[in-house]
């Protein structure tokens, strides 16, 4: 029977900036853990396809741009029976070699947490407040709309749970998709991201899935990555309504 590898990580890549996504991929190719890491290529013309050539890199060509759930979902059948742990991986994150292996001991420890996530910085140092309450309307309108935070100010604070030591683990509801670390068996139990959301909104989602599985998402500080976060929504009008459509598919399931 083939031995199961440490970890697996999917990168789902389209409009990516190369050197970002170099730094990390060598990042994950550097965890001292048997590993395999598939790159997702969501363009039309394939434009990743030679550029990483290592045994521990599986390329997948979709030839169109299925979104960011369905791209991650591609990777299913090759994880299941093949790996104990699945990291959700963004493009444009950074982090130190023992970062995986001491969120896999942390993750070990409790068989009723499914993903734990790290704390996330901008690469100036600042928070960046990965961890989050389930959204509420107010909470969108204000964060998308500054004109209207100070009407929900108190909304959007809790929502980030700024009213909370961020220094110290704990059960989040929701964590923002740039850095998941699953164990595989609940993530393929989850059935992975709902492809409905094209785009935004589906890390929230799969966060209400771990609820309705009875299992639980943690926040651990002691670890940290950095994450670039282009926040595309709010500079792209196109991203904009694909955020929008997608906030009213979540409160439409939720």
Request: hydrophobic share 40%.
């Amino acid at each position: 029977m083939k031995e199961k590898l440490d970890i697996t990580a999917s990168i789902v890549l389209y409009n990516e900036n190369l050197e970002e996504l170099t730094k990390t991929v060598n990042c994950f190719l550097r965890v001292p853990l048997k590993k395999r890491l598939f790159l997702i290529d969501n363009t039309q013309n394939k434009l990743f396809q030679n550029i990483f050539k290592k045994q521990e890199i599986e390329y997948i060509a979709v030839g169109k741009n299925i979104g960011f759930g369905a791209g991650h979902n591609m990777v299913k059948d090759r994880i299941s029976n093949n790996s104990n742990f699945h990291l959700i991986l963004n493009p444009d994150v950074n982090f130190q070699e023992a970062v995986i292996p001491n969120l896999i001991i942390e993750l070990k420890k409790d068989e009723n947490v499914s993903m734990i996530a790290p704390k996330v910085l901008f690469p100036n140092g600042d928070h960046q407040y990965s961890c989050r309450r389930y959204p509420l309307l107010s909470e969108l309108f204000a964060r998308r709309f500054t004109f209207m935070k100070p009407i929900f100010k108190s909304t959007v604070y809790k929502g980030q749970y700024k009213d909370k030591d961020l220094n110290n683990s704990f059960f989040a509801e929701f964590i923002t998709g740039c850095f998941h670390l699953y164990k595989t068996n609940d993530f393929l139990k989850l059935e992975g991201f709902d492809e409905r959301y094209f785009l935004y909104m589906e890390d929230v989602d799969i966060c209400r899935k771990i609820d309705n599985l009875g299992k639980k998402k943690i926040y651990y500080p002691k670890e940290e990555i950095t994450h670039v976060l282009k926040k595309g929504s709010s500079k792209s009008m196109k991203l904009f309504f694909r955020h929008t459509l997608s906030a009213i598919k979540y409160f439409l399931k939720w």
